[in-house]
């Protein structure tokens, strides 16, 4: 493993660490092979432990997941300008639909809904400069 010189009140001893487990090595020195225990001392951590406290038995119900209506954004796929908006509050939209148009790197991508729903919102109108992930349209 690790080959070290030791002096020792005048007398240079060649030693090689062989194995290390735990605290005990195994060492040869100049060709004779010791079995040593090592004393070390146990480092004291810095960082606070944090015990949680458990959590309290439910009785093993389970939790239904209920719809609630929350608005679904729509984002802005690349930063870029909004030309034309297709739809208004309280629109029926099919899944494909044009939303709205917006310039990006010089060209016209059209922003399609991604499922059908209704669009609760509009937060941008014609003219505005959008950042890639702004919320342009939310939809139920």
């Not at 310039?103 to 209704?118: C, I, S, Y």
Request: aromatic content about 4%.
């Amino acid at each position: 493993m690790k080959q070290f010189k030791f002096t020792i009140s005048g007398n240079t001893y060649d030693v090689e660490i062989k194995q290390f487990d735990d605290n005990v090595a195994r060492i040869e020195v100049n060709g004779t092979t010791y079995d040593v225990e090592v004393h070390l001392e146990k480092k004291k951590t810095k960082t606070p432990t944090i015990v949680r406290s458990e959590l309290p038995k439910t009785g093993g119900e389970k939790i239904e997941k209920k719809e609630t209506g929350s608005a679904i954004p729509v984002v802005a796929p690349l930063p870029g300008s909004i030309i034309e908006i297709f739809v208004k509050p309280g629109d029926i939209v099919k899944k494909g639909d044009k939303l709205l148009m917006m310039e990006a790197m010089k060209m016209e991508n059209h922003v399609l809904a991604e499922k059908d729903g209704t669009v609760e919102s509009v937060k941008v109108s014609a003219g505005d400069n959008v950042l890639q992930g702004d919320v342009l349209i939310e939809m139920v």
